[in-house]
């Protein structure tokens, strides 16, 4: 079946991005994963307007990427504390995947920010695609199948 045929309407992919296909809202997942939850900090951090900033933690949170805790700082009006929701967790291996390319392709290394480490062993880590059985599959051995009928 040739791809320029297939009707991507329900293309993983492409439903990934309409959510999280923009700078600011795989930073603000970033952040988020690392701790920082507060939206002063997050855009502090980030660097983003406080527009942008707003926009994007709101699609995360109506997404159910994220979730809203609210805290109170004395003498402060209530704010709202972000955390990552169990949805919002599984998107980590996306983050990771970037985090590898950008190591492996983009970032000499030693300028490397962070790693991905097992904490019982202290080996490195790197994503992999894994047959049923755990075991990585070399990119030769991988195939994409097209689950749709031409248009």
């Known amino acids: 079946m040739d791809w320029k045929n297939v009707d991507t309407t329900h293309c993983g992919i492409k439903a990934c991005t309409d959510i999280l296909g923009d700078k600011w809202t795989l930073l603000i997942l970033r952040d988020v994963y ?26 995360l949170v109506d997404h159910g990427l994220l979730g809203k805790s609210e805290y109170k700082q004395q003498g402060s009006r209530i704010h709202n504390e972000y955390i990552l929701t169990e949805k919002g967790v599984t998107a980590l291996p996306l983050l990771i995947a970037m985090a ?20 019982n062993t202290g080996e490195s880590l790197n994503l992999a695609l894994v047959n049923n059985k755990g075991q990585a599959v070399p990119r030769e051995q991988i195939k994409i199948v097209i689950n749709a009928e031409p248009n």
Request: net charge positive; glycine share 6%.
């Open 100 to 119: 590898q390319f950008g190591y492996e392709h983009l970032i000499e290394n030693d300028q490397r920010l962070s790693s991905f480490i097992d904490v």
């Open 34 to 59: 690392f701790g920082v939850t507060k939206f002063q900090d997050l855009q502090k951090h980030i660097g983003a307007s406080s527009t942008i900033i707003t926009q994007r933690l709101k699609k």
